[in-house]
């Protein structure tokens, strides 16, 4: 059924993205449909009080997260029956984006109602446009389980996947996750994590995973803030090949210009091979 079509006598429900950091980054169109809005739903209505306090816009208020979502669907059905404009936000970021959300939108768009996107700010976006790891084909898991042996049985399930992973993460298991990363995709795989994107404090933290790991585990605020990890995918492998590369004769041509550690880390990076295995190669050609 149309969103536009039947049931919806003017009602219109309004899925906001709000900052994930810096508030300059609320769009003018958000701003707006707030402050035109008749209800907003919000997953705390503490922080998104703070929020509308600083954009100036007052309006009533309805809690909606994990755990009441089910329950605050009719509340949300019936104030667009009336007519009303409903947001929708989450505390930072896009709306239904490892946030609660989507079963509202779900009934909202099978009762009829108008339903429409307010773009704007997305801690995964952020993190892949600054990562510089490809981004043509990528795969978001949203925060992994919290016992290690399920997250690891996730990332075991990932370890072939091609395209570039993305994960959130919460300060207090940022190691444990990076050491499960290095244990179940490889010390060498490479990784980028974004650290408190957009803020006073963002920070960037890029290399192999082993790498990344030990920065982590040696910066002092290594455990503080919100992260995105973004990791490079598996190479696409064919009958046990990896294709659209041939690393030895890569390696075969880097081994005679530069040193052996050197080739072997390059074209580790490119194909996504394991740098030890690379280096063993290196030095037979070297040899040869």
Do not use: W
């Not at 039947?6 to 707006?32: E, F, M, W």
């Not at 306090?53 to 755990?67: E, M, R, V």
């Not at 072939?160 to 490889?186: C, K, N, W």
């Not at 650290?195 to 790498?211: C, I, N, P, Q, V």
Request: charged content about 25%; some cysteine; proline content about 5%.
């Amino acid at each position: 059924m149309s969103s536009s079509a039947a049931g919806g006598a003017g009602g219109r429900l309004s899925i906001v993205a709000t900052p994930i950091g810096n508030l300059a980054d609320l769009s003018d169109r958000a701003r707006k449909v707030l402050a035109s809005a008749d209800l907003i739903a919000a997953e705390d209505t503490r922080h998104s009080s703070r929020l509308l306090q600083h954009l100036g816009i007052s309006k009533p208020l309805l809690a909606l997260h994990d755990h009441n979502e089910r329950d605050r669907v009719g509340r949300i059905l019936s104030a667009l029956e009336e007519g009303s404009h409903v947001a929708l936000v989450s505390d930072a970021g896009t709306p239904l984006i490892s946030d609660p959300g989507y079963i509202v939108v779900r009934e909202a768009r099978k009762a009829g109602y108008a339903v429409s996107p307010i773009p704007g700010p997305c801690a995964l976006v952020a993190a892949l446009s600054a990562a510089g790891l490809p981004t043509d084909r990528f795969l978001f898991a949203g925060f992994l389980p919290a016992k290690r042996s399920g997250r690891r049985s996730a990332l075991a399930e990932l370890a072939g996947q091609s395209a570039t992973l993305v994960f959130y993460e919460s300060p207090h298991r940022i190691l444990d996750l990076m050491q499960d990363v290095v244990d179940e995709l490889g010390g060498d795989r490479e990784c980028v994590l974004g650290r408190e994107l957009t803020k006073a404090f963002e920070t960037f933290y890029g290399g192999s995973a082993d790498s990344v790991l030990a920065e982590l585990q040696a910066d002092p605020n290594g455990t503080r803030g919100e992260f995105v990890v973004v990791v490079k995918g598996a190479p696409a492998v064919v009958d046990g090949q990896a294709i659209g590369l041939d690393s030895d004769k890569l390696l075969q041509l880097l081994v005679a210009e530069l040193p052996v550690k050197k080739a072997a880390k390059i074209v580790a990076e490119i194909s996504g091979l394991g740098k030890n295995e690379l280096y063993q190669r290196a030095l037979q050609f070297k040899g040869d």
